[in-house]
């Protein structure tokens, strides 16, 4: 899927590319014609501008487009190769398909309904009208901690980051540029807060696909599971929030700083503060050991049938 993806942006892009520039070419030959020597010269530019460099490739592509057939032909590849090891019969890939495709039905309810609100929140104007509302009350440097702290919560109630930054993006945006105009690097940091908060809330949210899909995987409880995961990123967010969109908000210093400040706090307080936890074996036939590894598999036999488990219920 990753390589028909790339190789999928670098067509679509490439093609759109063409387009456009066939139509500024159309243009400039109308100016010729209408003897318009400021519009050619602007057309001329614009054409020099566009060109096939691989950022622009994958500006200009379709990207939903290229994810979709992405998707689609990896299914068919996984299909392919599970008939052909002779796993399962024709009839037992369909079925387990069309299985597996109900389960993300509500993922794209909820994708959809995010997408729907988006669009409405985008013809009401609502980031203008909450700039005109609070852009009073709220402070430039604080915007990027409220965003992310809201993001947070939205995505930890809904279980979806996708659905988070579809609504909040068509809101915040135009709110960080009316209280800060041209203070692009706000911008960047409201933009990274949305990403960032969705998916801290995504991550610590029991209704989350990943967080359930990946304890169904390991055949973990959830709670449990859900334990592992909000430890380690409470942490990261808190030191991201106080070094980063803090303090980096109020111009204290510059994102870089913010960045290495950030990891260097995470790291600090893992050290100090991480505890060791028992390891399990996974011996084979359902047993497990403390006492090391079988020492007759090979290395890679070690990492594939090594299984982790915290034992802080012990």
């Known amino acids: 899927m990753v390589v028909t993806a790339l ?83 024709i009839e037992e890939t369909i079925a387990l398909w069309v299985e597996g495709s109900r389960t993300i039905l509500h993922t794209l309810f909820v994708l959809v309904s995010s997408w729907a609100l988006s669009a409405a929140c985008q013809q009401m104007k609502t980031g203008d009208y909450l700039l005109t509302f609070v852009g009073y009350f709220i402070s430039p440097g604080l915007l990027p901690l409220l965003v992310f702290s809201t993001s947070a919560m939205i995505a930890f109630a809904t279980g979806s980051s996708w659905a988070t930054m579809a609504i909040s993006y068509p809101i915040v945006l135009p709110l960080a540029w009316g209280l800060d105009l041209e203070n692009y690097e706000l911008l960047q940091m409201t933009s990274a807060s949305i990403l960032s908060g969705a998916v801290f809330g995504g991550h610590c949210s029991p209704r989350s696909e990943t967080t359930l899909l990946s304890s169904m995987k390991c055949g973990c409880d959830l709670l449990q599971h859900l334990r592992t995961q909000v430890f380690y990123a409470t942490v990261v967010a808190f030191c991201s929030c106080f070094f980063g969109y803090l303090l980096v908000g109020f111009e204290l210093y510059s994102g870089w700083v913010g960045i290495i400040l950030s990891s260097l706090a995470t790291f600090l307080i893992i050290f100090l503060f991480g505890k060791s936890v028992k390891i399990f074996y996974w011996i084979g036939d359902d047993e497990w050991t403390t006492e090391g590894e079988n020492e007759e598999e090979s290395r890679w036999e070690k990492l594939w049938r090594r299984r982790a488990f915290s034992t802080s219920e012990e």
């Open 7 to 89: 190789i999928g942006l670098l067509l679509s892009g490439n093609a759109e590319i063409d387009h456009i520039r066939q139509k500024l070419q159309n243009q400039m030959n109308l100016a010729q014609i209408q003897d318009n020597t400021a519009l050619q010269a602007e057309l001329e530019e614009e054409i020099e501008l566009l060109t096939k460099s691989a950022y622009r490739l994958f500006v200009y592509a379709d990207s939903v487009a290229v994810l979709v057939w992405a998707s689609f032909l990896s299914a068919l590849v996984a299909s392919f190769l599970t008939i052909l090891q002779k796993l399962l019969t």
